[in-house]
């Protein structure tokens, strides 16, 4: 199936860890997005690579670092995980840097207790 | 600063009753609006992208529109399948994001 997928889609874990999110996609897109569901479902956007290239990267605590080995993997660090972080995590996908609609996978539900 | 809302923030209908969802925005220039559907626990599906006041599009019982301030999304004769928490999201001119509003939480009843 062509898709983007993430995994784990769901993260329990303690404060003051450090955990990891996977994303990749096989829509042969070449831009990739992070991006954060609150409580209240708001989409807030936090980084963004183009061919491996960071393009957008805004405030976010830098605990979290975004890594992208290839133009189809996207890849979410956080360190030192606190309470406020639980949240969905979504990655989505779009081709070029153009106006093309972006394609989200189906999130990673992370909660710190 | 670029903002879009939405409203209402919940509408439960009862099965075939039409009606419409806003989107007001404020952005520094459009380079496209979007809409999008999400289901529980899943992530947002694309629906339409509209670029310049005056476009229309339309898929099966949805029709998006677009004006120089405001989008609707417009439901014909909904069924229960329709409910879902439908999100508007604009991109600004010159930027690669996509800033979303909040939704609006449709319940269709049969």
């Known amino acids: 199936d062509t898709a983007v997928s993430q995994t784990p889609k769901y993260l329990v874990t303690q404060m003051g860890n450090d955990k990891s999110i996977k994303c990749e996609q096989n829509l042969g897109h070449d831009t990739m997005y992070w991006y954060k569901q609150d409580s209240k479902k708001f989409l807030k956007i936090m980084f963004s690579y183009n061919n491996k290239e960071l393009i957008i990267n805004e405030t976010v605590p830098n605990r979290f670092s975004p890594k992208s080995p290839d133009k189809a993997h996207l890849n979410l660090h956080i360190n030192s995980l606190e309470l406020g972080d639980s949240a969905v995590y979504f990655c989505?996908?779009?081709?070029?840097?153009?106006?093309?609609?972006?394609?989200f996978g189906n999130g990673t539900r992370l909660t710190v207790t | 600063e670029d903002q879009v809302t939405q409203s209402p923030e919940a509408l439960r209908l009862q099965e075939g009753e039409s009606s419409s969802l806003n989107c007001s925005y404020t952005?520094?220039?459009?380079?496209?609006l979007f809409w999008y559907r999400q289901d529980p626990g899943k992530g947002p599906e694309f629906l339409f992208t509209l670029y310049s006041a005056g476009e229309e599009k339309e898929k099966e019982r949805l029709k998006a529109t677009l004006t120089k301030k405001e989008s609707f999304l417009h439901i014909t004769a909904p069924k229960p399948e329709d409910s879902a928490t439908y999100l508007c999201a604009v991109q600004p001119q010159g930027a690669q994001k996509l800033v979303f509003g909040q939704g609006t939480r449709l319940t269709i009843n049969p």
């Open positions: 989505a996908s779009r081709i070029g840097t153009g106006s093309s609609p972006l394609h």
């Open positions: 952005v520094s220039g459009l380079r496209g």
